[in-house]
């Protein structure tokens, strides 16, 4: 009997995930796994349940990112913090 499966690729998480459910094993259930592949929406799913995340900000477009960008400088005098350095990488 198989007892349980696991992947080491963020790409296959899904896949295995619908494995896992036909075969019932454990594993993440597939939404979660879907989630995992969106770094915007695993940040929000984290730090909705409390658990610690680092800031972060979603922009697709020039006027969005102006939105970010003054979201930032609001938090930086009301908290008197920096968040730069900061990293801006693509959400999947």
Request: hydrophobic share 40%.
């Amino acid at each position: 009997p198989i007892d349980g499966i696991t992947t080491f690729r963020k790409k296959s998480a899904v896949v295995t995930a619908e494995l896992a459910r036909e075969l019932e094993l454990p594993f993440l259930d597939v939404a979660n796994a879907r989630t995992t592949k969106n770094k915007f929406k695993t940040r929000k799913v984290l730090s909705a349940a409390g658990l610690s995340a680092p800031e972060f900000f979603y922009f697709d477009d020039e006027n969005s990112l102006e939105m970010v960008l003054r979201q930032i400088e609001r938090i930086t005098q009301k908290d008197q913090k920096s968040l730069f350095p900061m990293i801006m990488k693509p959400t999947g």
